[in-house]
């Protein structure tokens, strides 16, 4: 897969929100790190299911500050 300039951006919002701000943070980075060591082809997959997540509980209205 081709990573594009919005890949990047979208790569940084995600760990600012996700991966500081949020209460989930150890488990965004744990997903990141094992999906790096073990699987490095699929960390821009491992991304997009977490922006998907964080997402989801947004809207459902599962997710505490």
């Known amino acids: 897969m081709k990573i594009e300039f919005f890949h990047i951006g979208a790569f940084i919002k995600s760990m600012i929100?996700?991966?500081?701000?949020?209460?989930?943070?150890?488990?965004?980075?744990?997903?990141?790190?094992?999906?790096?060591?073990?699987?490095?082809?699929l960390m821009v997959d491992a991304i997009t299911f977490a922006v998907y997540g964080y997402h989801f509980q947004t809207i459902y209205g599962l997710r505490n500050h």
């Open 17 to 41: 929100i996700i991966g500081i701000l949020n209460k989930g943070r150890g488990e965004y980075w744990k997903l990141l790190i094992w999906t790096l060591f073990r699987k490095p082809w």
